[in-house]
């Protein structure tokens, strides 16, 4: 099983500043890693897949990087409601499909 | 816009059985571009995949839940079903079902979610 970890636990930024948000493969995964966006209260909302791709509807504000094992989510200019609970997962090998444990965004 | 509801008890005994239901709307389960999928999270803590169907029958589990899990389908519902045997408090969580593109094996839409407690 592929483990995903991903770093910091938190990040506590303010409005219009940048995000960076790591994510790291326990083995190779190529490019197969998909981002998600959760709210609390809410399903989690596919961002990026393919490690730089945006999902449908996503702004350009959101820019993913990274292959093999390291993989990194850029917000450039954070807006107010980008603060939200950041999953990143692995698609490369499974079953089964991992996540990592989450990087909580706040204010 | 297809649109995924999850439905089925708040509250399951211990050793019982969870039973929940996705029901699609807005397109069909009978469909070669998607698998639907089970998707779990405990109070607090993060995502943790269950398994999926596909339309012909083929199923995948994870390998942690594979003895006590089954997904099945009723395509005359446009619903798909997750049953998982012998729970206990760790099965406590959200479940959510979604649904993964077959050809980029990504979750590009989930249901509400429903949270399922085990208690007596």
């Known amino acids: 099983e592929v483990v995903m970890t991903q770093s910091p636990d938190i990040l506590s930024l303010s409005p219009g500043e940048r995000a960076t948000l790591s994510c790291k493969a326990s083995q190779s995964v190529s490019a197969d890693v998909a981002w998600y966006q959760q709210k609390p209260g809410q399903a989690p909302r596919l961002l990026m897949y393919?490690?730089?791709i945006r999902a449908t509807g996503i702004p350009a504000r959101f820019s993913g990087s990274g292959s093999g094992t390291e993989f990194t989510l850029t917000i450039s200019i954070l807006q107010s409601e980008d603060f939200a609970v950041y999953y990143c997962?692995?698609?490369?090998?499974?079953?089964?499909?991992?996540f990592g444990p989450g990087t909580k965004l706040e204010i | 816009q297809q649109q995924l509801q999850e439905s089925g008890p708040g509250l399951v005994k211990p050793s019982g059985t969870l039973s929940l239901t996705c029901t699609v709307s807005?397109?069909?389960?009978?469909?070669?571009?998607?698998?639907w999928t089970w998707i779990r999270q405990p109070p607090g803590k993060g995502l943790e995949w269950i398994g999926d169907f596909y339309y012909s029958g083929t199923t995948y589990y994870n390998p942690s839940l594979k003895s006590r899990v089954t997904i099945s389908a009723d395509t005359s519902k446009n619903e798909f079903s997750l049953m998982l045997t012998s729970v206990t408090a760790a099965d406590t969580a959200v479940y959510y079902c979604a649904r993964k593109n077959y050809l980029l094996r990504i979750f590009d839409s989930w249901g509400q979610g429903t949270l399922v407690s085990v208690s007596s």
């Open positions: 393919g490690a730089s």
């Open positions: 807005g397109g069909s389960i009978i469909s070669s571009s998607y698998y």
């Open positions: 997962q692995q698609y490369n090998n499974w079953p089964p499909y991992t």
